[in-house]
C-alpha cells in the first residue's frame, strides 16, 4: 500500500508539475489584423478571428498543448484585432496567417494613483485647492528642458529677417 501511495504522488506531482510548465509558456498578445484582408465569406472579422484561433488550435495540439487559445477582446475603433493568449508556437503560425500585420506581447501597467488630490495631499477643507478654486482656469504647460539652445535645430542661417507685424 505503501509504494501504491509513493506512487500516485510521484505521478500527481509530475501531472501537476507539466500543467504548470505548459501554462507558464503561455501569454497574452494583442494581434493587429489587416483590415481588408478579411474573406467575403466571413460575416465579421470577429467570425474569421475565431476561425483563424480554431486553425491554431489543431496545430497547436500536435506541438505541445491541448488548451487552445483564448480571445479575450475583439477591436473594431481604433485598431483592428484581437488580444488573445497564445503559446509561442501558436504565436509563430499566427504570424505566418494571412492577414496579420503584427502581434504585441501584452504586459499589465501599474497605476501611479487613481487619487490625484489625496496624492497631492490636498485638502478640500483649506489650504491650496480651494483657494485656487479647485484648479478652475488651471493652465498646465509642459517645459521639455531636452533641447540645448545651441542644437543645430535652432540655428537660423539662411533664413531672412523676422517678418514686422
Known sequence: MGSFNSLFQVLFLFTLINS???????????????????????????????????????????????????????????????????SLEELEALNKTLGCATAYHDHTLHVDTTRTTDFLSLNKAGGLWPSSNYGTDAIIGV??????????????DGIGKIPRR
Open 20 to 86: 504548470v510548465s505548459i501554462l507558464a509558456e503561455r501569454s497574452t498578445y494583442i494581434v493587429y489584423m489587416k483590415k481588408l484582408v478579411m474573406p467575403k465569406a466571413f460575416s465579421s472579422h470577429h467570425h474569421w478571428y475565431l476561425v483563424i484561433l480554431d486553425s491554431l488550435k489543431t496545430d497547436s495540439d500536435k506541438v505541445s498543448t491541448s488548451v487552445p487559445p483564448k480571445l479575450f477582446y475583439t477591436y473594431n475603433h481604433a485598431i483592428h484585432g484581437f488580444s488573445v493568449v497564445l
Open 143 to 156: 517645459i521639455d528642458s531636452g533641447v540645448w539652445p545651441e542644437s543645430a535645430s535652432f540655428r537660423d
